[in-house]
């Protein structure tokens, strides 16, 4: 069509109702198959045209995370000497100097409801709840972990309301009720089943996928009736998602083809030593996919047993990890212990750096993340609680990241958690009597 002059007349009144009414994805869609769930990224077609993001129901949601690394840290090794911004990331946590604008260190606290003269046996399970197990009321509520606090809120419109893994068995940490400890999942493939199975039994579910080489194989049709839907960046992104989750089912696979050899010694692991670094990655991965996908928002992982025996053979550390952790006056265990932690943080530290380059929405899923990297125990040799080792990472609910805060002696642990609750949007009244908080931290 030509307007009078002859000139070819433009349209874009058809193009703008075509773009405004143009269908939208639910945020909740999945791959289905037989046998098969697998959830997907936020995408640009979950967002309706014209509409601020945060407006939509597809607005990224805070992720909360709680990684526990077990028996403290050398106190001049992980706190910084400077506070404020301008300060050095010190040996321990200089895996996370790359991520420094994401990387809150939080010093001075103190956990008196997880002191005890024989720690071990509740030194992970008062962490995240601040209370002495004596002091557990199944009348009032106290001994519910923050975690199980948040997943109450955060939890309500995702499949699974938390996650509770492990690198090592061994101890509780989230607890749903004072007298209600939740497992932690050490095997992979078990969260793998949790995350993308689907059946009417979980034998199953077990049956089917463990018969293919693949899960995406089952979901193969759905994702070529998605993928007509999409546009080329949202294509992309879905390969890009479908490809990580492959590659997750690969390094499963090879994890537990090592552990075959073992199977005829008592208590035989996942894999052998030196596979242990690959079982911490794959948990993390795994975290990182129900994030991305919202299988979940609420994760909670204990990376190695409070008194573990592990040794360390790839870090030149032969001793067994708790007896190293006891140096007492023997500076090659110092030296080791160093390494060991060092190494924990290095760990992490990949899995920070996936969730930052992990698209959501306006930003990155660490962007969007608030993770409690730390330990309930300060000096292991002492087996003391103060001050503990403490770091958030991450920037949601507006956390300004990269400054080192030093907090009073005593400050109670407790307020790192509600502050983590407060800036994830958790009514104020379902943590202003939590323990012994005295408050959130308005400065973090």
Request: hydrophobic content about 35%.
């Amino acid at each position: 069509m030509r307007s009078e002059n002859g000139t070819p007349r433009q349209a874009p009144r058809r193009i703008l109702v075509m773009f405004l009414t143009r269908k939208h994805l639910s945020r909740r869609t999945v791959l289905k198959g037989i046998g098969a769930s697998v959830g997907l990224p936020l995408l640009d077609a979950m967002i309706p045209a014209h509409t601020a993001l945060a407006q939509t129901a597809a607005a990224p949601r805070p992720r909360l995370g709680f990684v526990y690394f077990p028996h403290g840290a050398l106190q001049e090794e992980w706190e910084p000497a400077k506070t404020g911004r301008d300060f050095e990331f010190p040996f321990i946590l200089e895996p996370l100097e790359p991520l420094r604008e994401h990387v809150t260190v939080v010093s001075g606290l103190r956990n008196k409801g997880g002191e005890s003269s024989s720690p071990h046996g509740i030194i992970q399970e008062t962490w995240l709840n601040c209370v002495s197990p004596r002091l557990r009321s199944a009348k009032t509520g106290v001994g519910v972990t923050v975690d199980q606090i948040a997943a109450r809120h955060l939890g309500k419109d995702t499949p699974l309301p938390s996650m509770e893994l492990c690198g090592e068995p061994g101890g509780m940490i989230s607890f749903r009720t004072p007298e209600q400890p939740l497992p932690m999942e050490g095997n992979p493939r078990k969260v793998f089943y949790s995350m993308f199975g689907q059946g009417d039994t979980k034998d199953e579910r077990l049956a089917i996928l463990n018969t293919t080489g693949s899960l995406l194989d089952y979901v193969r049709e759905s994702t070529a009736s998605l993928n007509r839907k999409l546009d080329a960046a949202d294509r992309a992104r879905v390969s890009d998602y479908l490809d990580s989750v492959r590659e997750v089912e690969i390094r499963i696979k090879r994890l537990e083809e090592s552990a075959a050899s073992l199977t005829g010694l008592p208590d035989a692991p996942l894999g052998p030593p030196e596979d242990f670094g690959e079982l911490l990655d794959v948990q993390f991965e795994m975290i990182a996919l129900a994030w991305q996908t919202n299988r979940t928002r609420v994760t909670t992982m204990k990376m190695v047993e409070e008194a573990s025996m592990r040794t360390y053979p790839n870090l030149g550390v032969r001793e067994a990890f708790h007896p190293t952790s006891h140096w007492g006056g023997y500076p090659e265990r110092v030296a080791n212990l160093r390494l060991i932690q060092n190494y924990h943080t290095a760990v992490f530290a990949k899995f920070a750096h996936r969730l930052k380059n992990t698209p959501d929405g306006d930003g990155s899923l660490l962007d969007h993340s608030i993770i409690l990297f730390g330990s309930n125990m300060a000096n292991s040799d002492a087996h003391n609680n103060d001050p503990l080792p403490q770091a958030l990472i991450g920037r949601g609910g507006g956390i300004k990241g990269g400054q080192h805060l030093r907090y009073p002696q005593d400050t109670p642990h407790a307020n790192i958690l509600v502050t983590m609750l407060d800036r994830a949007g958790i009514p104020a009244e379902e943590f202003q009597k939590f323990a012994d908080s005295t408050g959130p931290f308005s400065e973090v």
